[in-house]
C-alpha cells in the first residue's frame, strides 16, 4: 500500500533524501518504493514501520 507511505512522507517534515538517509537506503530506492518500480526487502519494511509507527498490515497489506 504505497499510497499510506506517501501520505506519510508528504506529511512528514522530512524530505525524500532526510527519509532515505534515516532508512539507510538510497533517494533512488525511497523512488523506486514510491513508484511501485521496486517493494521494500522484508528488513527495510520493518525499518519502514519502525520510522513511520504505521503498522505493518496497514503499511504494506490493503486493510479495508
Known sequence: ?????IRWIEKSPLNQKEFAEICQVSESTISRWLSRTRNPKVSEQHKLC????IPFKKLFFRVE
Open 1 to 5: 500500500k504505497t499510497e499510506v507511505l
Open 50 to 53: 519502525e520510522i513511520t509507527s
